[in-house]
């Protein structure tokens, strides 16, 4: 049961991904956050587009007009001299019939104007004119930032068309004019209307003999205009920001709610487990948040469960010698005339106190072997030197009549495996299983610990085997022996020797090293300990 729940938990681990196309509430996120900024630069380029042809078409008309008006003032309005007939090109700009919103101004080649289709015209207006005021801060500043725009970004902005129109002076723009040239700009009037001007010669053969000047102002209306159909676009983009940050708000801020009060509920100890399964079947980030905390918690709670029955245990174990030493106390008071059973009496009493020693220190080395994995970081082992070095220290024994003695053989035939592990921890494994084996193995025997290569599928693995001469492991005991306190002492084995938490250190430091262990008889009597350990 305990490794099927070892392999659900590692099937929860979720696969690393790119950070960004990997993640679905990344994805979610670009796209949300994008979708706004696209109609916005989608309706500003098609609204650009749209002010842009409009105000080259302008131009365009305007100079086709003014061609027309050159012609007729040329005819109509010039002496052989040449000069300008005055009086014939005024009443000429009264027959033009401009529109409304269009006017025509006739200047001399020394800049003086002698027309003005605003004055001349006999169009009389219905409704009273607003009074007149100057234009306000907003208009100046509209004014001011455009012209700052158009002179900062116009070189670098690229043109559509030869027929884009520059902004500049109307001095500038005449002083084409007068030297036969035709000149279009855009500006901004004293009242802060921009206009489209074009300004042509006025011409008798090859003399220029006044400038026209035809100057448009309708732009800002029809920029106003412009304005106002960018509004459903920006209306748009704000409806789609908001259900967006909506659904980012139900779809992320949410859940992590959720499992911030969960966990809140398990630390006030109102709640043993997270218990959200509507966010653990999510297929994201946050599913996989959910299923990571709640198989951490399942974890705690599996980990508290056991430091529980583990003090349960070392309180159990620690009772027996006491109550022994105890009674051993009381009754050497009633028998302190009898020197035999006093010598008795202390006896148990130092073997009492050495088996209370040796669980003291298993249970402290058992407290400390946790922190140990977790703090001391871990490194590549060539196995076959690590446990020919751990098995040498067993050489010194060799030497003493009856005592168990420890070879080692490499079967790997100098393959170099290498381990992903930590020295201590491994060392206290190979220690616990090798001084196991020596406690069953009869007096001269030989405890035989070998090194091979096998697999596990494509795993290459390092095992490692001891084996002894004693008399083996009863079939029903092959995997209790790894249990807390566990102890089947042989005949003849002094009594406090073994705390029976040797084999079960061994098992809880090769599952920290994603390895195995296991027990088995021998075909030609004694027992076999196997540790596999995946090798790099």
Known sequence: MAEARKDRKKARIPSRGSVIFGSRIARLIFASNLAGLAILIVGAMVLNEMRAGFVVSKKQDLVAQAQIFTSLLGEDATTPQPALDEEAA??????????????????????????????????????????????????????????????????????????????????????????????????????????????????????????????????????????????????????????????????????????????????????????????????????????????????????????????????????????????????????????????RLRAVIAQDVKRLDRLITDISNASRLEAEMTRVPSEHIDIARFVRDVVSTYDSLAHDEGTVTVQFTDATMGARLLVRGREGPLGQVIRNLVDNARSFSPAGGVVYVTLDQTNHGPQTVAQVRIEDGGPGIPEDKLDTIFNRFYTDRPKGTAFGNNSGLGLSIVRQIVATHRGKVWAENRAEGGARFCVDLPAS
């Open 90 to 343: 005024r009443q000429t700009i009264v027959r033009l019939n401009l529109p409304e919103r269009v006017r025509a101004r006739i200047y001399l080649p020394n800049g003086e104007m002698i027309g003005d289709s605003f004055y001349l015209s006999e169009r009389v207006d219905v409704d009273a004119l607003p009074p007149l005021k100057e234009p306000g801060r907003v208009a100046l500043w509209g004014r001011n930032l455009s012209e700052w725009a158009g002179n900062v970004f116009g070189p670098v902005m690229p043109r559509n068309s030869s027929d884009a129109i520059r902004t500049q002076t109307f001095e500038e723009e005449f002083d084409i004019a007068v030297r036969g040239g035709e000149a279009a700009s855009q500006r901004f009037s004293d009242r802060g209307q921009r206009v489209i001007s074009v300004s042509m010669p006025i011409q008798r053969v090859s003399a220029v003999v006044g400038v026209l000047t035809m100057e448009a102002s309708d732009i800002d209306e029809i920029i106003r205009a412009e304005r106002a159909a960018l509004v459903p676009f920006i209306g748009v983009a704000v409806l789609v920001a908001f259900i967006t940050s909506v659904l980012l708000t139900l779809g992320i801020a949410r859940p992590l709610r959720r499992l911030s009060l969960a966990a809140d509920r398990i630390r006030a100890g109102s709640s043993e487990r997270i218990d959200v399964p509507a966010l653990t079947s999510r297929k994201d980030e946050i599913g996989n948040l959910a299923t990571s905390m709640q198989g951490m918690t399942e974890a705690l709670i599996e980990r508290i469960q056991a430091n529980e029955q583990f003090a349960a245990d070392v309180a159990h174990e620690l009772k027996n010698p006491l109550t022994s030493i105890r009674s051993a106390v009381e009754t050497a008071e009633r028998v302190q005339g009898d020197p035999a059973a006093t010598e």
